[in-house]
DNA sequence: GAGTGGTCTAGACCACGGT
DNA sequence: CCGTGGTCTAGACCACTCC
């Protein structure tokens, strides 16, 4: 299966509304996209529900499915497990270009943040990602060398991070802290991401450990204000 | 229909899970959660895609769905964002403006948020926060009249807000989702929060459920990025 | 009553992980 | 190979909104 019907339609609608629609104006019923599309009704609900909660588009019972008014031309930042993914749901070609791998000895915010004893160094993993060829997000990664001993460049370039660190130290991230933050872009930032000095971005300071409570990655990130959003959900648990 | 069966299928697998179940146990395949409940594949998958949405659970393509690490702490997860909490664990005197309150007809994108019917009310609640005099953040908070008859000012003014919300009407949310956007100050929120214009600020939408999934509570919120940093905490489960 | 989204059934085949 | 979750079909009835 190349790709699933439900995300071709996922793509299709997205480019529609994007193009052609305005806030509240009211998609086609689910009856009519099934005709449109020659697929089952349950495949335009998978399409439908996938747009729902990306903030797409709202649906209300007995009346329709409609294009929402909160809807920014912009992308998820949160719970990214994966820029990559995130863009391909976006219908957006990623691109990741890391620019520099270095194993350093880690200026001091950065050691404490890893939790370094004296002397020890971490990688410094330099990136800046792309979608359909403009820069959106540069960032700076820090992992300790003590967890992460022989990580070359050609191991990143041939699969995701978080690919690596599993299969090649099974190391997995248990639990993510991130801060995030508004910024004025400075004259370096804004030239590497192609906007204005002083236009806004985030800020992303992240911080994650493994299963046994050790510190295994900081990043900070910088991400285009115009091109991002950052979406969380929390539960105040039951009982 | 009294509960739709997915639902309770997902009480019940719910409790069972944390009642009877381990990190990372297995739980029965979908074709033998089936038969369990004498119900449909698409059923069971409703029912277990809320729970894996929801952190629960996870899924894993060719070997199962297991419980998630999330049980682990039975800590409350939620971030529920106190400013006034916040500010005393950071030593700062915090203070807030309740500046007007009053019941209106919202505009259409916050009835939206909030599943408004036609001709449905809300309260807005216009506030300001300090810290040690300093104002920081700017938000405006809409509330159903319909969950929320006769609130009036001099109970926001004698508790917290969800003080208010839980102790006069028992309303309590049980998930909160939040977009978090880079913005740059325009003329008036720099007034109000005295910065220059074009100063960098974090935009925040915040929207609450309850526990009968109705939307209790819509907010949207301004906050001085020099100032205000979003953190966030994340339990991952996935490789 | 007509049209909408919400729930549900009983099947089917595909893709992945392990034996 | 088998068992798993992932995708998909072609129907059905229910609950809601508006006329």
């Known amino acids: ?4 019907l439900y995300r071709q339609i996922i793509w299709d609608l997205e480019t529609k509304i994007k193009n052609n629609m305005q806030p509240n104006e009211k998609l086609p019923s ?15 609900r998978l399409a439908l529900r996938d747009l729902e909660e990306r903030g797409i588009v709202y649906r209300l019972h007995g009346k329709g499915t409609f294009v929402s008014t909160v809807y920014l031309d912009q992308i998820n930042l949160g719970n990214m497990y994966s820029f990559t993914n995130e863009m391909k749901l976006a219908g957006r070609k990623p691109q990741t270009q890391n620019r520099t791998f270095d194993l ?11 939790g370094l004893k004296e002397g020890e160094k ?35 370039n041939n699969d995701t991070l978080y690919g690596v660190l599993k299969k090649k130290y099974n190391e997995v991230s248990v639990m993510v802290f991130e801060d995030i933050q508004a910024v004025s ?8 991401l192609g906007v204005d000095i002083g236009a806004p971005a985030l800020m992303i300071y992240r911080r994650a450990i493994d299963e046994n409570n050790v510190a295994m990655e900081f990043t900070r990130a910088t991400a285009r204000g115009d091109k991002f959003i950052y979406r969380t959900r929390q539960y105040n648990n039951l009982s």
Do not use: C, W
């Open 30 to 44: 689910e009856r009519q996209l099934l005709e449109q599309y020659h697929v089952s009704r349950n495949t335009i």
């Open 1 to 4: 299966m190349a790709e699933p």
């Open 122 to 156: 971490t990688y410094k993993l330099v990136r800046l990602r792309l979608a359909d060829g403009e820069p959106l997000l540069y960032s700076e990664t820090f992992l300790p060398e003590r967890l992460f001993p022989d990580l070359t460049m050609s191991d990143l």
């Open 185 to 192: 872009l400075n004259k370096e930032e804004s030239k590497i």
């Open 104 to 114: 350093i000895s880690p200026e001091k915010s950065v050691a404490e943040q890893l």
